[in-house]
């Protein structure tokens, strides 16, 4: 049986504590494997009336995921990984699963439990979702 070497990995960052124990963990095995790193960040989609009403809100949001995304990347800079920032509009099982799929990602790796509205639940329902649908390897982190 022979082993795929990891080369690419995909982190879904939110910004939470357990995103940011996903990133520690994900930058230990890029430094084994000499591997990149590409951080996720899913802004949730508004329905479309809304959407155009909440323009501003939207932007913001943006500037918040890249200042996110931004200390990610000055994390790995720090440890000699390359990494790439994702910043995605919609539906987050949906992104996720089609972003694991196009960027054809050795394993993903990710926190147990992120900033949604279940906080208190053992495992998130993103990571639940990520966990049943990926074909992809999924290291969850807590």
Not at 3 to 13: A, C, W
Not at 31 to 55: D, F, K, N, W
Not at 110 to 123: I, Q, S, T
Request: charged share 25%; with cysteine; glycine share 8%.
């Amino acid at each position: 049986m022979t082993r795929k070497k990891i080369q690419k990995i995909l982190v879904l960052f939110d910004g939470s504590k357990s995103s940011f124990r996903a990133l520690e963990e994900a930058i230990l095995l890029a430094r084994q494997c000499h591997a990149t790193i590409t951080g996720l960040h899913v802004i949730s989609a508004y329905p479309r009336t809304l959407a155009e009403m909440i323009i501003p809100l939207k932007t913001r949001l943006f500037k918040d995921a890249d200042s996110l995304m931004d200390t990610a990347e000055s994390a790995c800079a720090k440890r000699g990984i390359l990494f790439h920032k994702k910043i995605v509009y919609g539906e987050p099982k949906s992104v996720i699963g089609e972003s694991i799929r196009q960027g054809r990602f050795d394993l993903v790796v990710m926190g147990a439990r992120g900033l949604g509205p279940f906080r208190e639940m053992l495992l998130g329902s993103i990571s639940m979702g990520v966990l049943h649908t990926s074909r992809t390897n999924v290291l969850v982190v807590k």
